[in-house]
């Protein structure tokens, strides 16, 4: 059976930077009662708190940070990176250990987002883009969709 990694927050586990979770989503849901999630908040496991201090990547993406041009911050110049990076590798841990080649990440995170992230402003601007997790887990192979994109990721499962 096909294992899926999940964002921790999509499944109602309350480790956003804002320690709140998201959700509740049926397909996730029905996933996780066939036992194929393995769940995972890069951020939590990278070493960060829950609640935390909110962080972008002003002047970059994921791939930035991982080539070393761009750092994670929060809006008081915290820097978060290797805990993001930290939790990236241990993500992709997850995705050898088990040979997931999908995983639902949850959208616009800096750790996170497959398609979109915030632009490192703390002004709530959207550019494209994909955070560290999301990065790290694409050159690797791993479909890597968010919860806004379920019915595709369902069709990919299907197609494996």
């Not at 908040?41 to 609640?51: D, K, S, W």
């Not at 805990?83 to 080649?101: E, M, P, T, W």
């Not at 990065?135 to 806004?148: N, P, T, Y």
């Amino acid at each position: 059976m096909e294992k899926i990694l999940v964002s921790r927050c999509l499944l109602g586990h309350k480790v956003r930077y804002d320690g709140a979770g998201s959700g509740p989503f049926d397909q996730l849901a029905a996933w996780q009662a066939e036992g194929r999630v393995v769940a995972i908040c890069p951020e939590v496991a990278g070493g960060l708190p829950t609640p935390r201090p909110a962080a972008e990547i002003p002047g970059g993406q994921g791939l930035d940070v991982w080539e070393g041009r761009a750092r994670v911050l929060t809006a008081d110049g915290e820097d978060f990176s290797e805990a993001f990076l930290d939790g990236a590798r241990q993500a992709l841990a997850l995705v050898q250990q088990h040979n997931i080649r999908i995983a639902i990440l949850k959208a616009n995170s800096p750790s996170c987002g497959n398609l979109l992230t915030y632009d490192g402003t703390f002004s709530g601007v959207k550019v494209s883009g994909e955070g560290v997790t999301a990065a790290l887990l694409k050159r690797h192979g791993v479909h890597v969709f968010s919860e806004l994109e379920l019915p595709q990721a369902a069709q990919a499962l299907n197609n494996l």
